[in-house]
């Protein structure tokens, strides 16, 4: 008889189901995922059916009904993202003398004002609700460490991104990128203030005034400042496109930016590493601890700095196509540490209740900025 595992999740991505079919794909699990409704800003498409895998809308259930549902489930672990829905809360509370359950977050430590309250007042509360800990990295882990989990009760890699969608594209580019490698800047995200946006057209505008500089930026995404996107021969805005699309735009793209003021995350980093792209990263961009060297296979700017963006561009444009591959290969290597494979063995081993699984992102990778997560 087939185990059973219970996801009490937000809102769908592409990366966490390519993570649930690998899980119940390899390892012969009946996995039931509750969910929230797609957010309209980020409008994803996805194929839903894979054997062994059901799917629940939070909006058809109260709390009572969800009780229900779980008793009907009748799991054998939990899995609960985050400490925000007091329904979720409720289910984890009366499940954790029985079975193991298990907190996913990715709030990294920033010391802010609500975190340190969430630290003098949360310890016992999560206590109540949690077993285990599975946080998306290091700076999580830091939080964690805080909230009072033990460094045996926390495992790192609670995202991956579909690594071997990524890394195909990497591999059907990777000959004519060699050769030629794609003076395009590519942005993915939602056009808003906290992603940097604003200070990545003002630092591209200024760039792509020097000479001989050929360098393009293409935007991909939605958001409240589409309106405000420069008028400029050199930035182009491709709006939101489908996981299935985004093809083409690798193929023709070559360094990867993410400006943003902070990122709890990012897997969006995770995917353009394993999709060979060099990266630029603001030094608040969680998954930067993980995926990207400074000097490495990439480059740190400073957060909200249209000039430290400048600086970073600048220095950029004065490297080699053979050098810039050379950066994108070493990008692949980083993506790789954890992967829907890496994702499900830890799955599996929480769900067959094995000594808690410790998996942590190499140390090396994890670069000296971390401390600057902790900026308010």
């Known amino acids: 008889m087939k185990k059973k595992a219970l996801f009490l999740a937000h809102a769908l991505s592409g990366y966490f189901l390519a993570c649930l ?20 800003i980020a409008p994803f498409k996805f194929e839903m059916q894979s054997e062994n895998i059901f799917f629940y809308e939070r909006k058809n259930y109260d709390r009572k009904s969800l009780d229900q549902l779980v008793n009907i489930i009748h799991p054998e672990i939990i899995f609960c993202s985050g400490w925000a829905d007091k329904d979720y809360l409720h289910i984890c509370q009366a499940a954790l003398k029985a079975v193991r359950v298990v907190l996913l977050f990715d709030n990294p ?62 591999l059907k580019n990777r000959a004519a990128k060699s050769k030629s490698f794609p003076r395009k800047l590519l942005f993915v ?113 400073a957060p909200r700095n249209a000039e430290s963006i400048y600086g970073t561009l600048d220095e950029i444009s004065g490297y080699s196509d053979r050098e810039l591959f050379e950066m994108s290969e070493k990008s692949t290597n980083l993506a790789r540490q954890i992967t829907p494979v890496v994702w499900s063995k830890t799955a599996s081993s929480y769900l067959n209740d094995e000594l808690l699984p410790v998996f942590r992102f190499d140390k090396e990778s994890v670069s000296l900025q971390t401390h600057e997560i902790t900026e308010k």
């Open 109 to 170: 430590w920033r010391a802010t004002l609500k975190q340190n309250i969430m630290v003098f007042t949360g310890k016992h509360f999560l206590k109540k609700h949690f077993s285990s800990c599975w946080v998306s990295g290091f700076p999580q882990r830091i939080y964690a460490l805080k909230l009072g989990f033990s460094d045996h009760e926390i495992c790192e890699g609670c995202y991956s991104c579909d690594f071997d969608f990524f890394y195909g594209e990497y």
């Open 189 to 301: 995200g939602r056009y808003a203030a906290l992603k940097g946006v604003e200070e990545l057209w003002d630092a591209f505008i200024k760039f792509s005034g020097k000479s001989n500089n050929d360098w393009e930026l293409w935007c991909i995404g939605k958001g409240d400042l589409k309106s405000k996107m420069p008028s400029h021969p050199r930035i182009k805005d491709f709006g939101f496109v489908q996981p299935e699309e985004i093809g083409r735009y690798i193929q023709q793209t070559g360094i990867f930016i993410l400006p943003a003021h902070y990122e709890h995350w990012g897997v969006v980093v995770h995917e353009f590493a394993s999709a060979g792209f060099p990266l630029i990263c603001s030094s608040t961009t969680s998954a930067a601890t993980a995926f990207l060297k400074a000097g490495y296979n990439g480059w740190i700017h």
């Open 21 to 40: 079919k690998k899980f119940a794909g390899e390892y012969d699990v009946e996995v039931h995922v509750i969910k929230y409704p797609v957010a309209e």
